[in-house]
């Protein structure tokens, strides 16, 4: 009876170790799952979540934005003849972003989906996408508070609007008054750390009084995380700041220029040559009555011409010829001078680019 009572005893034991352990493996495995949902959570809701800020300045090339209705609070999240407006709660998920890029001429920009096409216009309110850039592709943008006016190239009276007519709700391009729409960008955590020239202007030789060139130049940027980007002149000038501007007189102290852009300054190495100088001798009746020397190239006539007449600072010269003392102007025209011809007369407008010996006429020589 003993020994029956103690392998009963044994076997309860064991049963309700069995089931304990059961419990305990129960437990881990479903507290595990239980990390793991809680985990995936937060990388989804938090850590992976794209930040969008309202954008109140016109995007720049690169940025990645998505098209929002506040005031309906509605995204587009994708095309399907029209932009599909979809409703948010709190804030725009950014399902449908765009990269901003250039557009088909200077200062335009066109929109690229992540399957490498661009928001078009093709005919009536349609909003579609093209793998073709060109006018249609391609959009005038502006802003005022925060509200964006998107203007398609090829047809002026096509704008890309917000439609909140019920059962209609759509982003489209209509020539009717719809409601502009907002442009969120996304945030970067990459920042822009330094920019170099890579390809030098087609121009880099001047001389002083020409203004500075940036045709053909070619920029790379590089930002924090490695990456590197070029950047051309052509297409983006609004990017590019340069000391000295492009509408500065260049002088021979000018030896680079420094280029700006996104806040990072780089410097391109350039030669202002000095202007030639001239000298130029003035004669009355076979004699030298005065020399100008020194004469800067491009300097015009009426700079150094000296005023006949017996006043202070004047010349005081007379006719050869006693017949006549009326003063015509000078003549650089040499069968003149021999005789052969009226003369042709240096205007006060002409420009000095090489050394000059001018005579001058008196009215009884031109008889």
Not at 275 to 296: H, P, Q, W
Not at 323 to 343: I, L, N, V
Request: hydrophobic share 30%.
């Amino acid at each position: 009876m003993k020994n029956v009572k103690t392998n009963q005893m044994n076997a309860c034991r064991c049963n309700s170790e069995g089931a304990g352990a059961k419990m305990t493996s129960w437990l881990n495995n479903n507290f595990r799952l239980l990390a793991l949902t809680l985990l995936a959570m937060l990388s989804s809701s938090v850590w992976g979540a794209d930040t969008w800020t309202k954008l109140t300045t016109v995007p720049a090339v690169g940025d990645v934005v998505i098209f929002v209705n506040e005031s309906a609070k509605r995204e587009m999240t994708g095309i399907s003849s029209y932009g599909i407006a979809t409703t948010y709660t709190t804030s725009p998920a950014g399902t449908y972003p765009l990269t901003v890029c250039a557009g088909s001429s200077n200062g335009k920009l066109a929109f690229k989906t992540s399957d490498n096409k661009y928001l078009y216009w093709n005919s009536g309110n349609s909003l579609g996408v093209n793998e073709t850039l060109d006018n249609k592709t391609s959009w005038t943008v502006s802003v005022s508070s925060g509200n964006f006016t998107i203007t398609n190239v090829n047809e002026s009276a096509r704008k890309l609007q917000y439609n909140k007519s019920s059962g209609s709700e759509r982003f489209a391009c209509y020539t009717s008054s719809q409601q502009l729409i907002q442009i969120y960008k996304k945030a970067s955590s990459k920042t822009l750390s330094s920019i170099t020239v890579k390809t030098a202007p087609s121009k880099v030789t001047y001389t002083e009084g020409d203004k500075f060139d940036p045709t053909g130049l070619v920029i790379t940027k590089t930002y924090s995380d490695g990456s590197t980007e070029d950047l051309a002149y052509a297409g983006h000038t609004s990017d590019f700041t340069f000391n000295p501007t492009t509408s500065a007189a260049l002088t021979t102290s000018n030896t680079s220029v420094t280029i700006t852009v996104g806040g990072k300054s780089t410097t391109q190495s350039i030669t202002v040559n000095a202007k030639s100088k001239y000298t130029v001798t003035f004669y009355n009746a076979g004699e030298v009555v005065k020399t100008v020397s020194d004469v800067t190239e491009g300097t015009l006539f009426s700079a150094i011409k000296p005023t006949i007449g017996t006043g202070s600072g004047q010349l005081n010269i007379e006719s050869c010829d006693n017949s006549s003392t009326h003063f015509m102007g000078w003549t650089t025209d040499e069968a003149f001078q021999k005789r052969e011809t009226k003369p042709s007369y240096v205007a006060d407008n002409d420009a000095i680019n090489d050394n000059m010996t001018v005579r001058a006429v008196w009215a009884a020589e031109e008889q």
